[in-house]
């Protein structure tokens, strides 16, 4: 199949996933087309079944802001006549399906049918998405795909509670690539990050308020007062000046480490021996996931999307949103035993696989194949 996939070429998971997913087709002999404004930031290998297509959007001073969507639709117009592309699949309902649908309506004066599949990811529909200025063109992207995912069982029930939807949605989970969390590092690299006596805690996020920044560092405070530990806070983002402030304020500055952005993830998470995400609400919980990949217990609140991904007392703990008090013990259990944590990784790693790239992938070509059959039984 010739597959054309719009998405934020940003770090955000979306992005992410959309990429990985791209490059995986890639390997199965699709051939693949990112169209979007940059190229995507894990898209660092391009071959001959794997295309990027830029998004020019010139400026012009009549516009105060400028028209992504146009430039986004007739460029999709564009490549699919150029390439023939058979199927388009973009990532988030606004601005990306609603950009494709128009695409679609122009292509059909030409007598091209494209069919869309939507995926959708969270903040689409929890947050801009329900924002009553955008709230109907949300609603009228959804219905007007021709297939339409969600990554969660939670956030289809959001989409459905928030919105009038006629179409169905079908849940194909978010998923990681088990093969890039087999590690070689050595215990010496270990020792760069804390002593040998000290647990390593992370988190992993954008530092945006929904992420609860602040629970992390208050949780940490009581499990280092147990036991020897130290906070790995990766990342970057408006709440990470709080954060510095309050560990100031409790005396634990020289105990947390806050990277910023940082290329090397995958050692920290290695070392790691808890992960913290404490979230108000997660569509899905990828940087859960992903440390899971790596071996590591999660302890998070349990709403969104977060319990079809970590199994409360197997992979690590649920608690309600905002109990610090819960969610300090359940860390503390289960890093005060060595054979407990032990077994609390082996499961963790376990958990991963069942999101394995391999064990979802085809569920998208599934569903393009049905979509496109859809498509075609239409025009007879």
């Known amino acids: 199949m010739r597959i054309g996939i719009v998405c934020y070429p940003t770090f955000g998971g979306s992005g992410v996933v959309a990429t990985e997913l791209?490059?995986?087709?890639?390997?199965?002999?699709?051939?693949?087309?990112?169209?979007t404004y940059n190229q995507p930031v894990r898209l660092d290998l391009l071959?001959?079944?794997?295309?990027?297509?830029?998004?020019?959007?010139?400026?012009?001073?009549?516009?105060?802001?400028?028209?992504?969507?146009l430039a986004l639709s007739s460029k999709l117009v564009d490549m699919v006549k150029l390439h023939r592309i058979e199927i388009l699949h973009v990532h988030y309902a606004i601005p990306h399906a609603y950009a494709a649908y128009t695409a679609k309506k122009m292509l059909q004066e030409e007598g091209i049918n494209i069919p869309i599949v939507t995926?959708?990811?969270?903040?689409?529909?929890?947050?801009?998405?329900?924002?009553?200025?955008?709230?109907?063109?949300?609603t009228f992207s959804i219905n007007k795909s021709d297939a339409v995912t969600a990554v969660s069982e939670s956030l289809k029930n959001d989409t459905l509670r928030l919105f009038n939807i006629k179409n169905d949605i079908h849940v194909i989970t978010n998923f990681i690539d088990n093969t890039k969390y087999k590690f070689a590092f050595t215990d010496c690299q270990r020792g760069?990050?804390?002593?040998?006596?000290q647990k390593i805690i992370t988190h992993i996020s954008n530092f945006r308020p929904v992420k609860r920044i602040l629970d992390i560092i208050k949780i940490f405070y009581n499990i280092q007062k147990e036991l020897p530990a130290k906070l790995m806070m990766v990342g970057e983002g408006p709440e990470r000046e709080k954060a510095e402030n309050l560990c100031a304020e409790l005396g634990i500055l020289d105990k947390v480490v806050f990277f910023g952005r940082s290329n090397e993830i995958d050692k920290i998470l290695c070392f790691s021996d808890l992960f913290l995400l404490p979230s108000e609400t997660e569509s899905f919980g990828l940087a859960a996931l992903e440390a899971m990949?790596?071996?590591?217990?999660?302890?998070?609140s349990n709403t969104g999307g977060?319990?079809?991904?970590?199994?409360?007392?197997?992979?690590?703990?649920?608690?309600?949103?905002?109990?610090?008090e819960d969610m300090s013990q359940n860390a503390i259990h289960i890093l005060s035993d060595?054979?407990?944590l032990k077994q609390f990784k082996h499961n963790a790693k376990q958990r991963s696989f069942t999101f394995d790239i391999l064990n979802v992938v085809p569920q998208y070509e599934a569903l393009y194949k049905e979509t496109l059959a859809k498509s075609k039984a239409s025009l007879v």
């Open 338 to 340: 060595e054979n407990r």
């Open 22 to 35: 791209g490059l995986e087709l890639s390997k199965r002999g699709h051939d693949i087309h990112f169209i």
């Open 47 to 69: 071959s001959h079944n794997v295309h990027y297509h830029e998004v020019n959007v010139p400026e012009y001073p009549l516009f105060h802001y400028l028209p992504y969507e």
């Open 293 to 300: 990949a790596s071996g590591v217990p999660v302890i998070s």
């Open 306 to 324: 977060i319990p079809e991904v970590n199994v409360h007392g197997i992979t690590g703990f649920l608690s309600n949103v905002g109990d610090v």
């Open 119 to 138: 995926t959708l990811h969270g903040t689409d529909i929890t947050l801009v998405g329900n924002h009553p200025f955008y709230k109907p063109a949300v």
């Open 192 to 197: 760069m990050m804390a002593k040998d006596s």
